[in-house]
Every structure is written in C-alpha cells, then in structure tokens.
C-alpha cells in the first residue's frame, strides 16, 4: 500500500538530487523536472520547493531550479 504522507520527500528527492549531481549544470523549468522524473504537477510543485528550502536547489529568477551551489 502507497501512502501519500511525504511521498515527494520519500518517493522523488532522491532521485532528484542524484540527476542534478550527474548532470552537472543541470537547469529545469518546473514543466521539465516533470517531465523528466514522470511526476504529476502536483508532486512537482511539492518537490521542487521541498528542494530548495533543503538548500539543496535553487529557483532564478526566470523560475529556473539548479544546484544550489552553482554559480547562476
């Protein structure tokens, strides 16, 4: 049985995180990140702000998500 309690955090951060340390440079709109990993918008809009308040992402301006520690 699949519970929906955290799933983006159990279920996709990591997977997220290791496709942004592969790729280096790695620079997603929010509709690319969905398409990539497969998710839903819902999951999506979950994830991507889940990552960069773990400071592990960042979001630009342009609403852009890359590697927190990149130089953008």
Do not use: I
């Not at 942004?20 to 497969?38: N, S």
């Amino acid at each position: 049985m699949h519970s929906n309690n955290n799933a983006t955090d159990v279920d996709w951060a990591q997977p997220a995180r290791a496709q942004y340390l592969e790729v280096p440079g790695l620079d997603l709109t929010r509709d690319q990140a969905q398409r990539l990993w497969g998710l839903d918008r819902t999951v999506c809009e979950q994830l991507l702000p889940a990552l960069v308040e773990s400071r592990f992402l960042k979001r630009t301006r342009d609403n852009r998500y890359l590697l927190a520690g990149s130089s953008v």
